[in-house]
């Protein structure tokens, strides 16, 4: 998986649960939502971005790890 489709993924999945929780626990879960949205659009300003940081080290869209890597010919 490339390293933004994770990104992505780790987003909509936060963005999701934030709203419900809101809807189920309590609307102060509007709160995760809006942290992830303001992360969004100051790492797309700053290329800042933390989740990036975590997949790097967890050795997600790293060239050598890669699972769906093309076959290169000799």
Not at 4 to 32: D, F, K, P, Q, Y
Not at 40 to 54: D, H, R
Not at 64 to 73: L, V
Request: contains cysteine; positive net charge.
């Amino acid at each position: 998986m490339k390293l933004e489709n994770a990104i992505r993924v780790l987003a909509g999945t936060m963005v999701l649960i934030g709203i419900s929780l809101a809807h189920w626990v309590s609307e102060w879960w509007l709160l995760l939502a809006a942290f992830v949205g303001f992360n969004l659009i100051q790492s797309a300003f700053t290329g800042f971005c933390p989740a990036e940081i975590i997949f790097r080290k967890l050795g997600i869209g790293s060239e050598s790890g890669a699972c769906c890597k093309p076959a290169t010919r000799s």
